[in-house]
């Protein structure tokens, strides 16, 4: 059956998954459905392809227990499936909901007569549904413009300090520095907190140290692009960077200082760069900040210069065309209204 599948598809741009038929029974959903991501045309990023067969999973899961096939599965069903998702949001479980829809719908291609069963009104309904009776997704959270230009006092202010001040141990001063480095790139370049933990030294071109004409993080990997530096930031990393050579780490945040066997050069934890930005936030500029805060924060700053989706989509990682960009854009419109905002600062 795989052998014959395969021939059936070959040189296709998508996979056709002629599932719901005769032998169906015999077929494995979760690998039909890998199948049917790998295909895809242009390809999903490989991030969403594993939330899509992390979803995926829990569903056919779930099928298993309530003891039904893929064919024989109704409305009710997944209805039903959607409803026992304690602790998940609305959106999450709408997401749930479409990806089920988007594979049946893949794999009802040779069986048009058999209806999808995760499309239907009795699912569809906004109004009276009971499995989307959860919690909407907390509020994108921002700084007003106010909020954003005293928190770039504060950190220059630390800076000065850091620079001037023989009160820390060689631990502490390594300490501080780095936190706020930390701080400053989430604000100045916007990364995402997993791509901040791996980030490698080589990775940041300082125009003062290699010559550039400007200073960018080059992110690599699914989401590779170019970020600039601002000013602003560039002396809190060039002092970062002089205190983090003495260690002869390649990380640029590593978890440890000192290497050994017990502590290798592993990187941070992201529990653990949420911890250090909210306490740097607390003690030093009074406010809430976390990773995910900071980084909204500079695409609102990217909006406030008339950036475009595209142009923002690029920065930020986003993938071309998905509504990630758009979504953030509308988020910070709502802020600004809710808050009596004008547009945050722009990058200089």
Known sequence: MKRSVQQATEGREQQELPLLGQNARSIDAMALFDTWLNRQQPRFLLSTQNVYRTLWRRFIEDMKIRQKDLHQIDSTDIQGFLATLEGVKRPQRERYQQVIARAYTEMLRHDPLHPNPAVSTAINDPYHENWRQAPDNDATQFLTEPQTQAL????????????????????????????????????????????????????WHSA????????????????????????????????????????????MFPSSRQLSAARPAVSMNPATLARIVTKWGNKYADMMLTPQRLRNVYGAQLFAQDSSLAEVEALMGYAPGAASAWRLQAAWLQWCQRENDPAPAKIK
């Not at 502490?172 to 100045?188: E, F, K, M, P, Q």
């Open 208 to 251: 003062a140290d290699k010559g550039e004409h400007a200073s960018f993080i080059h992110i690599t990997g699914e989401a590779q692009r170019h970020i600039p530096v601002p000013k602003w930031l560039e002396p809190l990393l060039q002092l970062w960077d002089r205190r983090a050579t003495l260690d002869a780490h390649e990380l």
């Open 152 to 203: 770039k006092l504060r950190l220059n202010v630390q800076l000065l300090a850091l620079q001037r001040s023989s009160d820390y141990t060689q631990a502490g001063l390594w300490r501080n520095t780095r936190d706020l480095a930390i701080v400053g790139l989430l604000l100045g370049c916007g990364l995402r907190p997993q791509e901040l933990t791996q980030l490698q030294r080589y990775q």
